[in-house]
């Protein structure tokens, strides 16, 4: 059985709720990333959301407001989305699919462990799997 631990990206970097846009952006540009994790330093450190480059750009700059001012915090809505490192590749895509995301944290006794993107999702599925995955996440 191929497992969420098998196809993720190990290593994922957080950043805090507290910490800044412009930090997020430039963690991802260091670590050549497009999402990261939103951590809660009054809650263990637990995930709380996602920031991507997308929501900075969307949400922050183009709204007008200052990303040197506004926080990842500012920008978590709803309840994150995450898999168990121990789970059947298809219970992934089956999570990616239904939720129509296109990143997934993997977590191992309570702790991010890595990420699952659509390139490990591409190295990894048959391409009759891909082609659904991708109808499904990207169909409007």
């Not at 993720?8 to 957080?14: E, K, L, R, V």
């Not at 260091?30 to 991507?52: A, F, K, W, Y």
């Not at 789970?87 to 239904?98: A, G, H, I, P, Q």
């Not at 591409?122 to 499904?136: G, K, M, N, P």
């Amino acid at each position: 059985m191929t497992t969420a631990k098998d196809i993720m990206t190990p290593g994922a970097q957080w950043i805090p709720r507290t910490g800044t846009l412009d930090r997020a952006a430039q963690m991802m540009r260091d670590h050549e990333v497009g999402v990261l994790p939103v951590s809660d330093p009054s809650n263990d450190d637990r995930m709380c959301g996602i920031i991507t480059d997308r929501d900075i750009v969307v949400k922050c700059i183009a709204a007008g407001h200052d990303p040197t001012e506004m926080t990842c915090g500012d920008l978590c809505e709803g309840t994150p989305r995450w898999i168990d490192a121990a789970s059947d590749v298809s219970d992934v895509l089956r999570e990616m699919e239904n939720h129509r995301i296109k990143r997934l944290p993997v977590i191992e006794d309570s702790r991010m462990i890595g990420m699952i993107s659509e390139a490990d999702m591409a190295r990894h599925l048959t391409d009759d799997q891909l082609a659904e995955f991708v109808h499904r996440v990207y169909a409007s």
